[in-house]
């Protein structure tokens, strides 16, 4: 992506979450609130729902309370018994305010939301309220009691999940311009996990109300607030994971047989290459991981390669250094397949799979800019596509210059 205007469709995206938003707060400035009490107990619930957002988490949704309790408002048909009347804009308003206000001490400390996340509410929040709050209160759903309720409102809820998976991978697709079928994959296969607990969380909700009135809504947030706590563990599980790869990673640095940074530099930028080749979520750690870890060998060798420069070696050479880190790699009880990526990141590049290929372009490619020869990068860069009849993966290579063209991505500094 080049220069600082947002694509198209990102624009478009934050266009029509604006004026759904705006359309919606204009009819609530006209006609006032329905239902106060109800809308005031499910707007606290959206506020404390953003107020205990999982901030940089990196997971798909930050705010798993709000969602679930924002969907919950949107299905909403009764309270205790008695038929609820307010209609899409008070939920998209109510949903809108909320949001913000919760998000404030976030707004502080500028860790968010972001013009993304509030879209994204405002438009899949919008889209499930239009499919029932409309036809309910025209009476539509009156005849769908008991069950088949039920089973209305997490159908409702799924399509909204699949829309909300859309969205979002249309929002990565353009703010990076990673392929988009890969990033749809990868948020399709996140559903399952806190997207499963939302949906479920929101359907409760709105039924338990129906039933009981306002009293459920403490009562069936618990369960959601403990799940976020186990997702918030089990992510600081993994980061400490990945912190020890990376400590271990260093050892070539600090025995002198690597540059400082090459590791991080080399792994970074073999993420981004395997994002623009369409690798999903896990397909990328595996990556990230071998790439980290991919001149480990080297700490078995006598004597050290200089400057830890292993493309210009002999391949027989190339290959006894990648058999000795994937013997080193399998000691560590890391996953077997980021073994065999360090293993294999010297054959040809026909008989490796991609995230071997990968690895290898990129080691290569980040040796040769390092040296700052003439050309520096440029000649880096054109050096690998002259070996690309037998060194390096045509289409790896030319992935590795739409990454390096599009200026997004900061490598970590050497020393």
């Known amino acids: 992506m080049t220069g600082t205007r947002p694509p198209v469709l990102l624009w478009l995206i934050h266009a029509s979450g604006a004026l759904v938003a705006g359309s919606c707060l204009l009819v609530i400035v006209r006609n006032g609130l329905e239902e106060r009490p109800v809308a005031l107990a499910f707007g606290v619930l959206v506020a404390v729902g953003e107020l205990t957002r999982w901030t940089g988490a990196g997971v798909r949704e930050a705010a798993p309370l709000a969602a679930a309790g924002a969907l919950s408002y949107a299905l909403l048909g009764a309270d205790a018994g008695r038929p609820t009347h307010h209609g899409v804009a008070q939920v998209v308003a109510v949903v809108l305010a909320a949001s913000l206000v919760g998000s404030l001490p976030h707004i502080a400390r500028g860790q968010g939301p972001t013009a993304d996340h509030l879209a994204r509410r405002v438009l899949t929040v919008g889209f499930v309220a239009l499919c029932f709050q409309h036809p309910y209160n025209r009476g539509t759903f009156d005849d769908w009691g008991g069950p088949g309720h039920a089973l209305l409102l997490l159908a409702l809820l799924s399509l909204t999940a699949l829309c909300d998976a859309v969205l979002a991978a249309a929002l990565a697709h353009a703010r990076t311009r990673w392929p988009f079928g890969p990033v749809l994959r990868d948020e399709l296969r996140a559903l399952p996990g806190i997207g499963s607990a939302v949906i479920a969380t929101g359907a409760v909700m709105a039924l338990a109300v129906a039933v009981v009135g306002l009293w459920a809504l403490p009562v ?6 403990l799940t976020q706590l186990s997702y918030r563990r089990y992510a600081a599980v993994r980061a400490t994971y990945r912190q020890t790869i990376a400590s271990l990673a260093r050892a070539t640095e600090v025995a002198g047989c690597t ?4 590791a991080r530099r080399v792994a970074a930028l073999s993420r981004a ?3 623009d080749l369409g690798l999903s979520g896990a397909e990328l750690t595996v990556l990230e991981y071998a790439a980290l870890m991919h001149d480990i060998g080297q700490l078995s060798l006598v004597d050290p390669v200089p400057a830890g420069a292993t493309a ?3 391949l027989e050479e190339q290959r006894r250094i990648a058999l000795l880190g994937g013997a080193v790699v399998r000691q560590t009880g890391v996953d077997p397949r980021v073994a065999a990526v360090v293993e294999r990141q010297a054959d040809p590049y026909r008989e490796q799979p991609l995230a071997a290929r990968i690895v290898r372009a990129v080691n290569a490619y980040e040796e040769k800019a390092r040296d700052g020869g003439p050309g520096g990068p440029l000649t880096a860069l054109e050096e690998l596509r ?5 060194d390096y993966a045509p289409e790896v290579v030319e992935s590795l210059a739409r990454v390096l063209s599009r200026g997004r991505l900061t490598l970590p500094a050497a020393g």
């Open 259 to 262: 540059p400082a940074g090459h």
């Open 386 to 390: 002259l070996a690309t009849a037998g």
């Open 312 to 314: 210009g070696l002999p």
């Open 220 to 225: 069936f947030s618990v369960p959601l607030l």
């Open 273 to 275: 290459v395997g994002r």
